[in-house]
């Protein structure tokens, strides 16, 4: 089972656009992270985020994690072709489990 | 410095087959997790190697094991494939500490029919 869902499903954007992308978890969690899929292959690993830490920034990448609200979003500026890809977020419940449960994925489409 | 290699890259079996998929971490990393991701999903966790033992399992059937070996290098075996046994099966590593930095090989696509 799922324990994300990011929202959209999908988004097309224009390149040089920001592209901002959701993730809602069920239960409390350690931390949850960011990774990126290219025509589904192997997974990137983008940013961490830390239960206790609200906003992190990684280059073009900011994420951000509300845990009243059990969110999270990932933005992307200055969006380029090359980002074009699926976005998942995970998330790990407590700092003793080994088990990452991922979202379903948005489905990135920048334009050039 | 080589990254997580996966071997086979694409299988086709049939129902009831048997198949191994082989996974070798990124050098220097001592864990091993597996992976399944289903066409349009997100990858399912499946279980965790280290120090040659399984110690975290998903919500998966026995059907499913492993095994890792002292280089670290790991086996995920299948046995009885279904139908619904065909996705992208995808091979992570990292080490003990820090844990969460997972690196993911380029994924086995398994077919079954």
Sequence with gaps: SQQGE??????????????????????SINNL???????????????????????????????????SK??????????????????FCATSKSAGTYKYIFGTGTRLKVLA | DAGVTQ?????????GQQVTLRCSPKSGHDTVSWYQQALGQGPQFIFQYYEEEERQRGNFPDRFSGHQFPNYSSELNVNALLLGDSALYLCASSLETPRETQYFGPGTRLLVL
């Design chain 1, 33 to 67: 992270q960011w990774y990126r899929q290219n025509s589904g292959r192997g997974l990137v690993h983008l940013i961490l985020i830390r239960s206790n830490e609200r906003e992190k920034h990684s280059g073009r990448l900011r994420v951000t994690l509300d845990t």
């Design chain 1, 70 to 87: 059990k969110s999270s979003s990932l933005l992307i500026t200055a969006s380029r072709a090359a980002d074009t890809a699926s976005y």
């Design chain 2, 7 to 15: 071997s086979p890259t694409h299988l086709i079996k049939t129902r």
């Design chain 1, 6 to 27: 990011e929202d959209p499903q999908a988004l097309s954007i224009q390149e040089g656009e920001n592209a901002t992308m959701n993730c809602s978890y069920k239960t």
